[in-house]
C-alpha cells in the first residue's frame, strides 16, 4: 500500500485522497506518506515506445515529447528535467520552466514548457549528472516501461527502484 500511495501522490492525489482510499483519518495519512524529502528533484522520465526513424521537425518532436501527462502539484513543483527514453535508450533531455507548466481543457493533464524550447546541450547535461539530478546521459540504456507514459524519478533514488 506504501508504494501505492506514493504513486498516487506524485501524480495527482493529495492527502485527503490517500485518507478515504485507505479508510485512515487525514491525520494519520500525513504521519504515514508525508513527503520528508522537501524539495527533492525530479525528473520526469518520459519513455517512448517506437523509434525516432520517422522524420520530425523539431517543434512537432518537441510536442510530442512534452505530451500531456497527469502529474500532481509536488512532482510538477520539483521537476527539473525531462528525460525522454525511445526503446529504452536516453534520446533527448529538456530543462524544465518552473513556470511554464500548461494544464488541458480538462483540468487533469499536464505540459511542461523547456526553457528555450530546445534540448539541452552536452556541457550542461554533463553539468546536471555531476549535480546527481539526471539518470542518465543522451545514448545511455534507461530501464524505461516500453509503452509511453511519464514517471516522476527522485534525486537520490537508485534508477531501478524509482517506482513506475
Same mark, same amino acid.
Given at each position: 500500500?506504501?508504494?501505492?500511495a506514493?504513486?498516487?501522490?506524485?501524480?495527482?492525489a493529495?492527502?485527503?485522497?490517500?485518507?478515504?482510499?485507505?479508510?485512515?483519518?487525514r *491525520?494519520?495519512?500525513? &504521519?504515514?506518506?508525508r513527503?520528508?524529502?522537501?524539495?527533492? *528533484?525530479?525528473?520526469?522520465?518520459?519513455? !517512448?515506445?517506437?523509434?525516432?526513424a520517422?522524420? !520530425?521537425?523539431?517543434?512537432?518532436?518537441?510536442?510530442? &515529447?512534452? %505530451?500531456?501527462?497527469?502529474? %500532481?502539484?509536488?512532482?510538477?513543483?520539483?521537476?527539473?528535467?525531462?528525460?525522454?527514453?525511445?526503446?529504452?535508450?536516453?534520446?533527448?533531455?529538456?530543462?524544465?520552466d518552473?513556470?511554464?507548466? !500548461?494544464?488541458?481543457?480538462? %483540468?487533469? *493533464?499536464?505540459?511542461?514548457?523547456?526553457?528555450g524550447?530546445?534540448?539541452?546541450t !552536452?556541457?550542461?547535461?554533463d553539468?546536471?549528472?555531476?549535480r546527481?539530478?539526471?539518470? *542518465?546521459?543522451?545514448?545511455?540504456?534507461?530501464?524505461?516501461?516500453?509503452?509511453? %507514459?511519464?514517471?516522476?524519478?527522485?534525486?537520490?533514488?537508485?534508477?531501478?527502484s524509482n517506482?513506475r
Amino acid at each position: 500500500m506504501a508504494v501505492a500511495a506514493e504513486t498516487a501522490l506524485d501524480h495527482a492525489a493529495d492527502l485527503g485522497d490517500i485518507a478515504s482510499v485507505t479508510g485512515l483519518g487525514r *491525520a494519520e495519512a500525513y &504521519d504515514r506518506w508525508r513527503r520528508t524529502e522537501t524539495n527533492a *528533484a525530479v525528473a520526469l522520465v518520459i519513455s !517512448q515506445p517506437w523509434p525516432d526513424a520517422v522524420p !520530425q521537425s523539431s517543434k512537432s518532436r518537441y510536442d510530442n &515529447d512534452r %505530451g500531456w501527462w497527469r502529474l %500532481g502539484p509536488s512532482v510538477r513543483h520539483d521537476a527539473q528535467y525531462a528525460v525522454v527514453v525511445v526503446d529504452r535508450r536516453v534520446r533527448r533531455v529538456y530543462a524544465i520552466d518552473p513556470t511554464g507548466w !500548461q494544464c488541458d481543457s480538462s %483540468g487533469n *493533464a499536464w505540459r511542461f514548457e523547456a526553457i528555450g524550447a530546445t534540448t539541452l546541450t !552536452q556541457p550542461q547535461i554533463d553539468a546536471a549528472m555531476v549535480r546527481g539530478v539526471l539518470p *542518465a546521459r543522451p545514448g545511455e540504456r534507461f530501464p524505461a516501461p516500453l509503452n509511453r %507514459g511519464c514517471t516522476p524519478w527522485r534525486v537520490g533514488t537508485d534508477v531501478g527502484s524509482n517506482p513506475r
